[in-house]
């Protein structure tokens, strides 16, 4: 729906060989998820909205909302815009399976956008911690929504969510024989993956479901 051309992370191949080399598990997964690997859409709204309609939600529940959601941008329209997104009625966006409160959040990000509140130019000078301090000012955009942008919208490489459920549930599988795992514990596995912590995530991801997770 959007229209731009996927593009991968040029450390790519270098942080899978990082990771080969210093966890078993990495050593077993990279080769097992074959030639995919996470891919940049190259917009930031379109990045921001998908990450508000995952919240909280499968990836399956969430791309089947988005697929609905997304066919309800004006006729002719090739990609979603914030000026789009604000001529949607609301019974409309309820109507592809929206929750009210993430009706406002992408109500509001649209606002954002279209007001230029959002200073994209500035992130690439930005360090993780202070791009995320920048989106959480949004309403609905929470530090779960703020990691996900970091992943796949700047492709950043160090990224980890601790409080992605998925996440969680893969290091529990693949690195305690499926026993509950604390945030602690999750940190403490993930050492072993920096500086490329985004990399492990993805992977870990893919591990629990093989069609890759895209924002």
Not at 177 to 194: C, F, I, L, N, Q
Request: with cysteine; charged share 25%.
């Amino acid at each position: 729906m959007t229209g731009l051309v996927a593009s991968a992370p040029d450390f790519w191949d270098q942080a899978c060989g990082h990771l080969a080399k210093r966890d078993r598990v990495m050593r077993k997964l990279i080769p097992s998820c074959g030639p995919s690997r996470l891919q940049c859409r190259g917009d930031a709204f379109t990045t921001l909205a998908r990450s508000i309609v995952g919240q909280q939600i499968s990836v399956k529940a969430a791309q089947t909302v988005w697929d609905r959601f997304v066919l309800l941008m004006p006729e002719g329209s090739r990609q979603l815009s914030p000026e789009g997104l604000m001529r949607i009625s609301t019974s409309d966006m309820r109507s592809a399976g929206l929750s009210v409160r993430k009706v406002e959040y992408l109500q509001e990000l649209a606002r954002h956008f279209a007001a230029g509140g959002v200073r994209e130019a500035d992130w690439s000078a930005m360090d993780d911690e202070s791009v995320i301090r920048q989106l959480v000012e949004i309403r609905g955009i929470g530090r779960w929504t703020a990691e996900m942008f970091l992943i796949f919208h700047l492709m950043r490489p160090d990224v980890l969510p601790l409080d992605d459920v998925g996440l969680i549930k893969g290091i529990s599988v693949n690195y305690f024989s499926g026993e509950p795992v604390s945030r602690a514990e999750a940190r403490e596995v993930a050492d072993a993956w920096s500086p490329y912590r985004t990399v492990a995530t993805w992977f870990i991801w893919r591990s629990l479901d093989p069609v890759p997770v895209d924002y």
